[in-house]
């Protein structure tokens, strides 16, 4: 199960961590973000104790949402040591989610 990520635990879930990090920010309302989030919840299984994967819900966090400029949902970010490293906006396949993943493991 991917983690809740808030405003309170944000900076140690992603800044502090030693593995490549996913972060889904999303609304109840959204309807790409209920689309793509089956995906991420298979993809927190499938990379469990190799990458941190975890949702932030847009609305109940807006500070973080607003730290990384969210304007759109559902935007991925990636962050590597702490720095964010790739994007995503917009609903996507599994395969280009697992392909962005793939590259911070390198």
Partial sequence: MALEITDANYEELITKSNQPVMIDFWAEWCGP????????????TEYEGKVVIGKVNVD????????????????????????????????????VLVQKIEAQLK
Avoid at 34 to 43: S, Y
Wanted: aromatic share 6%; hydrophobic share 35%.
């Fill in 33 to 44: 973000c209920r689309m793509i989030t089956p995906i991420v919840t298979e993809l927190s």
């Fill in 60 to 95: 109940d966090n807006p500070g973080i949402t607003s730290k990384y400029g969210i304007r759109n949902i559902p935007t991925i970010l990636f962050f590597k040591n702490g720095e964010i490293v790739d994007k995503q906006v917009g609903a996507v396949s599994k395969s």
